[in-house]
């Protein structure tokens, strides 16, 4: 029984491999499509890092997408930095005498 899960995860770990090769594959083989044209090109690459305000809808953009990761990070921090509940049961003794050591 425990060969036939062995072989079977083995089985299985060998298809996720041949897939990500595959997937590697069809990457690696596709080439990036051009530009309509070369003004648009130098436009997208002399494009400003941070948004223009003038343009309001890029402006608008950002704004939501730093408030949406903002409130994604304030729910995972809460999530993992809230206490644990008061009746969540006793603390754990380590049975420390004094005048008793392990090492002794």
Known sequence: MKFARLLLRTAILSLAAAAFVWLTGIFGDSRQISAPNRGWQAERAHRASTPRVAKFAEFLGA???VAVVAAIGRIIFRLRLSPAPRNAGQPILLDLRA???PIE
């Open 63 to 65: 704004g939501v997408i």
């Open 99 to 101: 005048g008793t050591s």
